[in-house]
């Protein structure tokens, strides 16, 4: 006799092509218990933890109260740090200072500390086109410079429209293990979603940032390609550098990919302790290095697209987002991290969108200007 089974509900795709734990009404469930939701992860702990003392500065206070951040209805967390001290932190009812909280493509930034490592190493070069390192790509990135894979600074036929319920965004989500296929098809792995992308020009004529997350899927593979050790190692070196307290939480493709485009899971005071490991050029908290400093700085003032046309004050350089003084990513659903360069101080914001979409162009322009004004870190 055949076992009862019901296809899982958390994976299974419904309403609007979207899957279980998206659905607008149980998607902060879903954002706050990601790392135990999708269908594959890495869990990755640190060897040293990076202790932070609490050292409550009252201007931040004041500045997070008259922006209203942590008043919203879609609010998770909110820490500001510096060096090893926590200025401000407050979170939700229903979230606590321990619990991992889908970070989405603020995840990307691991690309970018990756990458620079791999230049470092002499084992890429960012003029070279992806073809170079993967033969066997497609034509919507076979002629497409590393850098211009970085910089979002690519046309083809993959779409990320979130407004679209049947955008490629969704499509990738097969990928990454976010959602099941239906049942007469097999799960495709990282590798065969790129291949399948085309282009019949690959030249971005927008103006602005063509922001697309396969491009992440692409240098993963790049990344896994040329690099002489697995890439959970490398992810093991950040999570060391940063010196985590709780789990660093990635997702993995069919073919075992972390999915670097959006699948990592922190806490709100461990992101911000990887965002202190960027502000401090990637210096470990027992030595070491990881990324790249040198890297990171040009990342900051060389050219680069604009974001679009509601960010043009912000360029997206090297899969991250800057406006020359600050450094930083925002995700899926209502996240941002901002590093500011020059004074060191981190914020990490998570929170939840629960609209059809689970984007807002203008809360997420907010969100930015907002963390702006309480880290005083405009250019």
């Given at each position: 006799?055949t076992?009862?089974s019901?296809?899982n509900?958390?994976?299974?795709?419904g309403?609007d092509?979207?899957?279980?734990?998206?659905q607008p009404?149980?998607?902060?469930?879903?954002?706050?218990?990601?790392h135990?939701?999708?269908?594959?992860m890495l869990m990755?702990?640190?060897?040293r933890?990076l202790?932070l003392?609490k050292?409550r500065?009252r201007k931040i206070?004041e500045?997070v109260k008259?922006?209203g951040l942590?008043?919203?209805?879609t609010?998770s967390?909110?820490?500001?740090a510096?060096?090893?001290r926590?200025?401000?932190?407050a979170?939700?009812r229903?979230?606590g200072?321990?619990?991992p909280h889908?970070?989405?493509?603020?995840?990307?930034?691991?690309?970018?500390?990756?990458?620079g490592?791999?230049?470092?190493?002499?084992?890429v070069?960012?003029?070279?086109?992806?073809?170079d390192?993967?033969?066997w790509?497609?034509s919507g990135y076979?002629?497409?410079s590393l850098?211009?894979?970085l910089?979002?600074n690519?046309?083809n036929?993959?779409?990320?429209?979130?407004?679209?319920?049947f955008?490629?965004?969704?499509a990738?989500?097969e990928?990454l293990g976010?959602?099941l296929p239906?049942?007469?098809?097999?799960?495709i792995?990282?590798?065969?979603?790129?291949?399948?992308?085309?282009?019949?020009?690959?030249k971005n004529?927008?103006g602005?940032?063509?922001?697309?997350s396969?491009?992440?899927?692409?240098l993963?593979?790049?990344a896994?390609?040329?690099?002489?050790?697995?890439?959970?190692?490398?992810i093991?070196?950040?999570?060391?550098?940063?010196?985590?307290?709780?789990?660093f939480?990635?997702?993995l493709?069919?073919d075992l990919?972390?999915?670097?485009?959006g699948?990592?899971c922190?806490?709100a005071r461990?992101?911000?302790?990887f965002?202190?490991?960027i502000a401090r050029?990637?210096t470990g908290?027992?030595g070491?290095q990881?990324g790249?400093?040198?890297?990171t700085?040009?990342?900051l003032?060389r050219a680069?697209?604009?974001?679009?046309?509601g960010?043009r004050?912000?360029?997206?350089?090297?899969?991250t987002?800057?406006?020359g003084?600050w450094?930083g990513?925002g995700?899926?659903?209502?996240q941002?991290?901002m590093?500011d360069?020059?004074?060191?101080?981190?914020a990490?914001f998570l929170?939840?969108?629960?609209n059809?979409?689970?984007y807002?162009e203008?809360?997420?322009r907010e969100?930015?200007?907002?963390l702006e004004?309480?880290?005083?870190?405009t250019a």
């Open positions: 006799m076992p009862n019901v296809p509900p958390d994976l299974t795709v309403r092509n979207k899957q279980g734990w998206n009404d149980r998607r902060r469930h879903g954002f706050h218990n990601a135990r939701l999708w269908r594959r990755v702990r640190s060897r933890v202790n003392h050292g500065d206070a500045a008259s922006g942590t008043l919203l209805p609010f967390a909110l820490v500001v510096e060096g090893d926590i200025l401000y932190s979170h939700a229903d979230f200072p321990d619990r889908s970070i989405q493509s603020i995840t990307k930034m691991h690309a970018h500390l990756i990458f490592e791999l230049i470092a190493e002499g084992r070069s960012l003029d070279r086109k992806v073809s390192y993967l033969p790509i497609g076979a002629g497409a850098q211009d894979v910089d979002m690519v046309s036929d993959f779409t990320e429209d979130y407004d679209d319920p955008s490629g965004c969704y990738e989500e990928a976010w959602r239906d049942a007469n098809r097999p799960e792995s990282l590798a065969e979603f790129v291949a399948s992308i085309g282009s019949g020009n690959l004529e927008s602005y940032a063509s922001y697309k396969a491009n992440t899927d692409v993963t593979l790049v896994a390609a040329v690099s002489p050790t697995y890439l959970a190692a490398r093991e070196a950040i999570a060391d550098a940063a010196g985590y307290e709780g789990s939480h990635i997702n493709s069919r990919m972390p999915a670097f485009s699948g990592g922190l806490s461990d992101l911000a302790r965002g202190l490991l050029g990637g908290v027992s070491g990881v790249n400093a040198a890297f700085r040009s990342t003032t680069a697209p604009a974001l679009g046309p960010r004050w912000i360029r997206y350089s090297n899969q987002m800057t406006n003084r450094i990513h995700g899926y659903g209502g941002f991290l590093i360069m020059e004074t060191g101080r981190v990490a929170s939840v969108l629960e059809a979409s689970g807002d203008a809360y997420m969100v930015i200007q907002s004004r309480i880290l005083g870190a």
